[in-house]
C-alpha cells in the first residue's frame, strides 16, 4: 500500500522519501518521518489514544497507544511495548497492534486500568458522558471489572480557571492536550501541569488568569470531563442533540463549525474539521457568541408606523411589505445600507432591489469609517478576483507583512495560522504599526514603526521581496494613499495583496455589488458593457449609469433632504464613521424601512420594521477574506423571521416587479450564472499620501481597532464569555507621556469637539505621539462618543479626579460576570443568564 496526495489520487508521492513498513502484517509506504500511530490509520486499524492529537507535537503522555515492535527494521526489535505516537517508521520496520499482538493488547489494558484508578466513575452527571473517547476506550481496551478497591483521589471541585472555563481536576488523566493547544497552538501558557507523580495536576499561574482569545478549544480537545463550559455544564447530553454542520459569522475567516442545538435552541457551538480554512480550531467568540438572537429585544413581528399615532403597530407579512414598497417608489430618492451580517445572497438580494425596483446605485456596504480611495482599491483589486492569497499561503510564504491589521482581534483564524507559520516554517511576520502587541511577539514578529497614517511611507520599510504576502486591514480606509502605495509597491516588488475585512459579510457584498460604483461580479458601474450585461442578465431595460454615493454621502443627503428614503438592513450604528449624524439621517428621511434581528436606534425610528433571520436560521454563504465561498444550511426555522433575501422580494412584488427569485438558493444559482466579470476592470486608485499634522504638543493621534471581544450587539446574551473581555486602557510612550503631564497609573482624558472618555493610562513602548485604546469596549465607544477613528488627532490631558463626569453619553450596558474572587462555589458552574426552568432545560 502506498500513500498518495494531490487532487489526483493516484498521484504517488514522489517528491518525498517514501519508508515501507509492515503492520499488523499489511505492508504500507509512508513518507519519511511518519509516526506509527499514523501509518497504522491508513490501512484502517485505530490505535487507543488519548494525549496524541495530529495538530499537536507528540508527547508520549498517557502510553495508552503501545504497540509492539519485534523488528524495528534493523534485524533486533524493541524488548518491551513502544508508544506509537511518539515513534516514528523506519525501513523494514514491523509493528503490531492490539489487532494482532497479545502483548501490545495487554499493555493497552494494562494502562486503561491505571488511568482509571483515580478517574470518578461520574459519567451520568460528566458532561463528556456520551462522547467521551475514555468512556469509548474502557469498553474496547479495558477490564469488565475494577480490581481497584481502595477511596479513590478527590479535589474540590469545579476550579474556575477563567470566567468560562471550569477544571474538575479528579477526571484530568494528564494527557497534557490543554497545556501543549495553550503553548503550541495559541501561544497562551496560563495553563500548565504542577506537582509530580500521583500529585501532578492542571494548574493556573498564580498571578495570571487564563486568559486567551482560543481557550474554548481546550474544553474539545479534553479526553475527558476535566475542562467544561461554564455556560453549556450540566445543560444538556451529547445524544439529546441535533448537530448540524455551519460556518462561524462574526469575521471573514469562515471558519468550519458545528452547531448542536436541541428542542430549537442553540445549547453550543463546537469547532469543525477544516484543514484549508481554521483546521480544527476557532476562536471563543466564533464559540461561545452565539445567544445573541434569543435576546429580548428579538423582533418577532413586522411593525409599521401608524400615521395617525405616530407608533409602530404590528402588522401582517403582506401589509408590511406592501407599506415599504409603497414608501419607498413614493421617495424622492432611496439610499440603501447594507451591514456586515449579510450573506452573499441577501447582498445581492439589496444589489438587485437597488437598481432594478428603486432605479439607483446609492448602495454601500461599508457601515464603518470608509473612503473613496478604498472603493476604487476594491472595485479594481479584490471584486470578482475570485480566490487569491489563502490560509495555505500564509503558512508557506517567506515573510507576511500586517498593515493596519491586527489578526488575534480582528481576523483570529489568520493569527493562528500566521503562529503556525513562523514556529513550522521560519515565515517572517512584520507589522506596521505603532506598537508591538502581544500577539506579534506570540509569531515572532518584527515591528516597522509607524504613526497611524504613515502606512503607505512606512511600506518600504517592511523589506517587500518576492515571496511576500501584504495583508490590508480595513481600517486603511481611513488612511489617504495607503491603498494606492500597496498596489504601486505590488507591481514594483511582485509581493501579492489581500484584503482583510473585520465582517463577515464584507468580501460577498463587494462581489454582490453592493458598492456605489460596482455591479455584480466585479463589474464597474461607469462600463456601458457591463451595465449592459448586468441588464440582460436581470431582463430589464437598462441599470442606472450614475455612480452612487457611499455610505456618509448618503447619509449626508438624507440630512440635508436630498433623498426621502433609507432602505436599512443589520447597520450597528456605533460602527458608523458618525453614529449620531446617522441618527439625525434616519430622523430627517421621509421613510425608512430597516431589516433587522433585534430591535435597535434604527428600528426605533424606523416606518416599517421587518424582523429577518439571523445568521444560524437561514442558509447562505459567506466568502472569506481568500475569495472562497464558504455555504452553510439553516440550523434552525423560527416561525417569526424570514431570510433577507426573501423579504425583499416580498417588497419588489409588492412593488409590482419581480427580483427572480425568493430564496438564498435562487438568488445563489442566479448570482452564478451571471458569473464574474472578464472585461475592463475599474481603474485603480490614485491618492496622494498624507496625514492630518498635530497642531498642539497635546494633540496625539489615534491608534484603535475594535478586540475580538467587545460591545458588539452580536455577543450579546454569555456573561461568561462577556466577562473574558479585556479591560480598556490607553497606551502613552514615556515621552508624550511627559509631554501630557501624565505618570503611568493616572486616568487620561482623551477629547475632541464631539466629546471626552477617561480611560487608565499605561506607559508602553509605542511611537511618540500616539494614543492607543479599544475603539468598542466597556461601554466606552470612540465613534459615538469622540466622533474619532483610527488615524484621527485627539486631545490628551491628565484627569483632574472627576473626569468620568466628562464623557459624553451614557456608557454602554455590558453585562459581565463577577470577579472570581467574589463568587460563591455554585455560580462559577451556574448556566447561562438564558437558562430555562430546571425542570425544562436542565438536567
Same mark, same amino acid.
Given at each position: 500500500?502506498?500513500?498518495?496526495?494531490?487532487?489526483?489520487?493516484?498521484?504517488?508521492?514522489?517528491?518525498?522519501?517514501?519508508?515501507?513498513?509492515?503492520?499488523?502484517?499489511?505492508?504500507?509506504?509512508v513518507?519519511?518521518?511518519?509516526?506509527?500511530?499514523?501509518?497504522?490509520?491508513?490501512?484502517?486499524?485505530?490505535i487507543?489514544?488519548?494525549?496524541?492529537?495530529?495538530?499537536?507535537?507528540?508527547v508520549?503522555?498517557?502510553r495508552?497507544?503501545?504497540?509492539?515492535?519485534?523488528?524495528?527494521?534493523?534485524?533486533?526489535?524493541?524488548?518491551?511495548?513502544?508508544?506509537?505516537?511518539?515513534l516514528?517508521?523506519?525501513?523494514?520496520?514491523v509493528?503490531?497492534?492490539?489487532?494482532?499482538?497479545?502483548v501490545?493488547?495487554?499493555?493497552q489494558?494494562?494502562?486503561?486500568?491505571?488511568?482509571?484508578?483515580?478517574?470518578?466513575?461520574?459519567?451520568?452527571?460528566?458532561?463528556?458522558?456520551?462522547?467521551c473517547?475514555?468512556?469509548?476506550?474502557?469498553?474496547?481496551?479495558?477490564?469488565?471489572?475494577?480490581?481497584?478497591v481502595e477511596?479513590?483521589?478527590?479535589?474540590?471541585k469545579?476550579?474556575?480557571?477563567?470566567p468560562?472555563?471550569?477544571?474538575?481536576?479528579?477526571?484530568?488523566?494528564?494527557?497534557?492536550?490543554?497545556?501543549?493547544?495553550?503553548?503550541q497552538?495559541?501561544?497562551?501558557?496560563?495553563?500548565?501541569?504542577?506537582?509530580?507523580?500521583a500529585?501532578?495536576?492542571?494548574?493556573?499561574?498564580?498571578?495570571?488568569?487564563?486568559?486567551?482569545?482560543?481557550?474554548?478549544?481546550?474544553i474539545?480537545?479534553?479526553?475527558?470531563?476535566?475542562l467544561?463550559s461554564?455556560?453549556y455544564?450540566?445543560r444538556?447530553?451529547?445524544?439529546?442533540?441535533?448537530?448540524?454542520?455551519?460556518?462561524?459569522?462574526?469575521?471573514?475567516?469562515?471558519?468550519?463549525?458545528?452547531?448542536?442545538?436541541?428542542?430549537g435552541?442553540?445549547?453550543?457551538?463546537?469547532?469543525?474539521d477544516?484543514?484549508?480554512?481554521?483546521?480544527?480550531?476557532?476562536?471563543?467568540?466564533?464559540?461561545f457568541a452565539f445567544?445573541?438572537d434569543?435576546?429580548?429585544?428579538?423582533?418577532?413581528?413586522?411593525?409599521?408606523?401608524?400615521?395617525?399615532?405616530?407608533?409602530?403597530?404590528?402588522?401582517?407579512?403582506?401589509?408590511?411589505?406592501?407599506a415599504?414598497?409603497?414608501?419607498?417608489?413614493?421617495?424622492?430618492?432611496?439610499?440603501v445600507?447594507?451591514?456586515?451580517?449579510?450573506?452573499v445572497?441577501?447582498a445581492?438580494?439589496y444589489?438587485?432591489?437597488?437598481?432594478?425596483?428603486l432605479?439607483?446605485?446609492?448602495?454601500?456596504?461599508?457601515?464603518r469609517?470608509?473612503?473613496?480611495?478604498?472603493?476604487?482599491?476594491?472595485?479594481?483589486?479584490?471584486?470578482?478576483?475570485?480566490?487569491?492569497?489563502?490560509?495555505?499561503d500564509?503558512e508557506?510564504a517567506?515573510?507576511v507583512?500586517?498593515v493596519?491589521?491586527?489578526p488575534?482581534?480582528?481576523?483570529?483564524?489568520?493569527?493562528?495560522?500566521?503562529?503556525?507559520?513562523?514556529?513550522?516554517?521560519?515565515?517572517?511576520?512584520?507589522?506596521?504599526?505603532?506598537h508591538?502587541?502581544r500577539?506579534?511577539?506570540?509569531?515572532?514578529?518584527?515591528?516597522v514603526?509607524?504613526?497611524?497614517?504613515?502606512?503607505?511611507?512606512?511600506?518600504?520599510?517592511?523589506?517587500?521581496?518576492?515571496?511576500t504576502?501584504?495583508?490590508l486591514?480595513e481600517?486603511?480606509a481611513?488612511?489617504?494613499?495607503?491603498?494606492t502605495?500597496?498596489?504601486?509597491?505590488?507591481?514594483?516588488?511582485?509581493?501579492?495583496?489581500?484584503?482583510?475585512?473585520?465582517?463577515a459579510?464584507?468580501?460577498?457584498a463587494?462581489e454582490?455589488?453592493?458598492?456605489?460604483?460596482?455591479?455584480p461580479?466585479?463589474r464597474?458601474v461607469?462600463?456601458?458593457?457591463?451595465?449592459?450585461?448586468v441588464s440582460?442578465?436581470w431582463?430589464?431595460?437598462?441599470?442606472?449609469?450614475?455612480?452612487?454615493?457611499?455610505?456618509?454621502?448618503?447619509l %449626508?443627503?438624507?440630512? *440635508? &433632504?436630498?433623498?426621502g428614503? $433609507?432602505? /436599512?438592513?443589520g447597520?450597528? @450604528?456605533?460602527?458608523? !464613521? #458618525?453614529?449620531?449624524?446617522?441618527?439625525? %439621517?434616519?430622523?430627517? *428621511? &421621509?421613510?425608512?424601512?430597516? $431589516?433587522? /434581528?433585534?430591535?435597535s436606534? @434604527?428600528?426605533?425610528? !424606523? #416606518?416599517?420594521?421587518?424582523?429577518?433571520? %439571523?445568521?444560524?436560521?437561514?442558509?447562505?454563504?459567506?466568502?472569506?477574506?481568500?475569495?472562497?465561498?464558504r455555504?452553510?444550511g439553516?440550523?434552525l426555522?423560527?416561525?417569526?423571521?424570514l431570510?433577507?433575501t426573501?423579504?425583499?422580494?416580498?417588497?419588489a412584488?409588492?412593488?409590482?416587479?419581480?427580483?427572480?427569485?425568493r430564496?438564498?438558493e435562487?438568488?445563489?444559482?442566479?448570482?452564478?450564472?451571471?458569473?464574474?466579470?472578464?472585461g475592463?476592470?475599474?481603474?485603480?486608485?490614485?491618492v496622494?499620501?498624507?496625514?492630518?499634522p498635530?497642531?498642539?504638543?497635546?494633540?496625539?493621534?489615534?491608534?484603535?481597532?475594535?478586540?475580538l471581544?467587545?460591545?458588539?450587539?452580536?455577543?450579546d446574551?454569555?456573561?461568561?464569555?462577556?466577562?473574558?473581555?479585556?479591560?480598556?486602557?490607553?497606551?502613552?510612550?514615556a515621552?508624550?507621556?511627559?509631554?501630557?503631564?501624565?505618570?503611568?497609573?493616572?486616568?487620561?482624558?482623551?477629547?475632541?469637539?464631539?466629546?471626552?472618555?477617561?480611560?487608565?493610562?499605561?506607559v508602553?513602548?509605542?511611537a511618540?505621539g500616539?494614543?492607543?485604546?479599544?475603539?468598542?469596549?466597556?461601554?466606552?465607544?470612540?465613534?459615538?462618543?469622540?466622533?474619532?477613528?483610527?488615524?484621527?488627532?485627539?486631545t490628551?490631558?491628565?484627569?483632574?479626579g472627576?473626569?468620568?463626569?466628562?464623557?459624553?453619553?451614557?456608557?454602554?450596558?455590558?453585562?459581565?460576570?463577577?470577579?472570581?474572587?467574589?463568587?460563591?462555589?455554585?455560580?462559577?458552574?451556574?448556566?447561562a443568564?438564558?437558562?430555562?426552568?430546571?425542570?425544562?432545560?436542565?438536567l
Amino acid at each position: 500500500m502506498t500513500v498518495t496526495q494531490g487532487n489526483d489520487p493516484g498521484t504517488e508521492l514522489a517528491d518525498q522519501n517514501l519508508v515501507t513498513l509492515t503492520i499488523d502484517d499489511v505492508e504500507v509506504s509512508v513518507p519519511e518521518g511518519t509516526l506509527v500511530i499514523r501509518a497504522a490509520e491508513l490501512i484502517g486499524v485505530e490505535i487507543p489514544r488519548f494525549c496524541d492529537h495530529p495538530l499537536l507535537a507528540p508527547v508520549g503522555a498517557c502510553r495508552q497507544c503501545l504497540v509492539d515492535v519485534p523488528d524495528a527494521g534493523n534485524g533486533r526489535g524493541f524488548p518491551k511495548p513502544q508508544a506509537s505516537c511518539t515513534l516514528p517508521v523506519s525501513p523494514g520496520m514491523v509493528v503490531k497492534t492490539q489487532v494482532t499482538s497479545p502483548v501490545a493488547d495487554k499493555a493497552q489494558t494494562g494502562i486503561m486500568e491505571f488511568l482509571l484508578v483515580n478517574h470518578p466513575l461520574d459519567c451520568p452527571m460528566c458532561d463528556k458522558g456520551g462522547e467521551c473517547p475514555l468512556q469509548n476506550q474502557a469498553m474496547s481496551h479495558g477490564r469488565g471489572e475494577s480490581r481497584y478497591v481502595e477511596a479513590k483521589r478527590t479535589y474540590p471541585k469545579p476550579l474556575s480557571i477563567s470566567p468560562q472555563i471550569l477544571l474538575d481536576r479528579e477526571r484530568c488523566i494528564l494527557c497534557a492536550r490543554c497545556t501543549r493547544f495553550s503553548e503550541q497552538i495559541a501561544g497562551d501558557p496560563f495553563i500548565a501541569m504542577a506537582e509530580r507523580g500521583a500529585l501532578q495536576q492542571v494548574a493556573i499561574y498564580e498571578n495570571e488568569p487564563y486568559s486567551s482569545y482560543f481557550s474554548g478549544n481546550v474544553i474539545q480537545i479534553c479526553p475527558v470531563g476535566a475542562l467544561t463550559s461554564s455556560a453549556y455544564r450540566f445543560r444538556s447530553r451529547p445524544f439529546d442533540l441535533v448537530s448540524t454542520p455551519s460556518v462561524a459569522e462574526h469575521d471573514a475567516c469562515g471558519s468550519a463549525i458545528r452547531v448542536d442545538h436541541r428542542r430549537g435552541k442553540v445549547m453550543r457551538r463546537m469547532a469543525g474539521d477544516d484543514p484549508e480554512v481554521n483546521e480544527e480550531w476557532i476562536s471563543d467568540k466564533d464559540r461561545f457568541a452565539f445567544a445573541y438572537d434569543r435576546q429580548p429585544d428579538r423582533l418577532t413581528r413586522p411593525l409599521v408606523r401608524d400615521p395617525e399615532t405616530g407608533a409602530l403597530e404590528p402588522a401582517s407579512w403582506p401589509a408590511a411589505f406592501l407599506a415599504a414598497a409603497r414608501g419607498l417608489t413614493a421617495a424622492a430618492g432611496v439610499g440603501v445600507l447594507t451591514g456586515g451580517r449579510l450573506t452573499v445572497e441577501d447582498a445581492y438580494a439589496y444589489a438587485k432591489l437597488a437598481r432594478t425596483v428603486l432605479g439607483t446605485n446609492d448602495i454601500d456596504f461599508r457601515s464603518r469609517p470608509h473612503s473613496e480611495e478604498e472603493a476604487a482599491f476594491l472595485a479594481h483589486a479584490v471584486a470578482g478576483t475570485g480566490v487569491g492569497v489563502t490560509f495555505r499561503d500564509l503558512e508557506h510564504a517567506k515573510k507576511v507583512v500586517l498593515v493596519g491589521l491586527e489578526p488575534e482581534d480582528e481576523a483570529a483564524t489568520i493569527f493562528l495560522r500566521l503562529r503556525k507559520a513562523w514556529r513550522h516554517n521560519g515565515t517572517e511576520v512584520v507589522a506596521l504599526a505603532s506598537h508591538a502587541t502581544r500577539a506579534l511577539e506570540k509569531v515572532g514578529g518584527r515591528l516597522v514603526r509607524t504613526v497611524p497614517g504613515d502606512e503607505a511611507k512606512a511600506l518600504g520599510e517592511a523589506g517587500l521581496e518576492a515571496g511576500t504576502i501584504v495583508l490590508l486591514g480595513e481600517r486603511l480606509a481611513t488612511v489617504e494613499g495607503a491603498f494606492t502605495s500597496a498596489l504601486a509597491a505590488a507591481a514594483r516588488s511582485g509581493v501579492r495583496l489581500a484584503w482583510v475585512p473585520r465582517r463577515a459579510g464584507d468580501r460577498g457584498a463587494v462581489e454582490a455589488g453592493c458598492l456605489p460604483g460596482l455591479l455584480p461580479g466585479g463589474r464597474p458601474v461607469a462600463d456601458a458593457e457591463a451595465r449592459a450585461d448586468v441588464s440582460a442578465a436581470w431582463g430589464v431595460p437598462s441599470v442606472p449609469s450614475t455612480a452612487g454615493r457611499s455610505t456618509d454621502a448618503i447619509l %449626508a443627503a438624507a440630512r *440635508a &433632504g436630498e433623498i426621502g428614503g $433609507l432602505l /436599512v438592513g443589520g447597520v450597528e @450604528v456605533d460602527d458608523l !464613521a #458618525d453614529p449620531q449624524g446617522a441618527l439625525d %439621517a434616519v430622523e430627517a *428621511a &421621509g421613510f425608512v424601512v430597516s $431589516l433587522e /434581528v433585534r430591535a435597535s436606534a @434604527v428600528t426605533e425610528r !424606523a #416606518d416599517v420594521v421587518l424582523p429577518v433571520a %439571523a445568521a444560524m436560521e437561514k442558509s447562505g454563504s459567506y466568502y472569506t477574506w481568500e475569495g472562497r465561498r464558504r455555504p452553510f444550511g439553516a440550523v434552525l426555522t423560527p416561525p417569526h423571521a424570514l431570510p433577507d433575501t426573501r423579504v425583499l422580494a416580498g417588497i419588489a412584488e409588492a412593488a409590482g416587479r419581480d427580483l427572480g427569485f425568493r430564496t438564498p438558493e435562487g438568488a445563489a444559482a442566479e448570482l452564478a450564472e451571471l458569473g464574474d466579470w472578464d472585461g475592463a476592470r475599474a481603474p485603480k486608485p490614485e491618492v496622494v499620501p498624507g496625514r492630518a499634522p498635530r497642531t498642539d504638543p497635546s494633540d496625539v493621534v489615534l491608534d484603535t481597532w475594535r478586540r475580538l471581544i467587545d460591545d458588539g450587539r452580536g455577543q450579546d446574551g454569555d456573561r461568561h464569555y462577556q466577562a473574558t473581555a479585556r479591560p480598556s486602557v490607553a497606551l502613552l510612550s514615556a515621552a508624550t507621556a511627559r509631554a501630557t503631564g501624565v505618570r503611568e497609573g493616572d486616568e487620561i482624558v482623551l477629547r475632541t469637539d464631539r466629546g471626552a472618555v477617561a480611560v487608565p493610562v499605561d506607559v508602553a513602548d509605542i511611537a511618540d505621539g500616539v494614543v492607543w485604546t479599544p475603539a468598542n469596549s466597556n461601554g466606552l465607544s470612540l465613534l459615538r462618543i469622540l466622533g474619532a477613528a483610527y488615524g484621527d488627532v485627539v486631545t490628551v490631558e491628565r484627569s483632574t479626579g472627576d473626569a468620568s463626569d466628562a464623557l459624553s453619553g451614557p456608557p454602554h450596558p455590558h453585562p459581565h460576570a463577577a470577579p472570581l474572587d467574589e463568587r460563591g462555589p455554585d455560580e462559577t458552574a451556574a448556566p447561562a443568564e438564558d437558562a430555562a426552568p430546571a425542570d425544562e432545560e436542565e438536567l
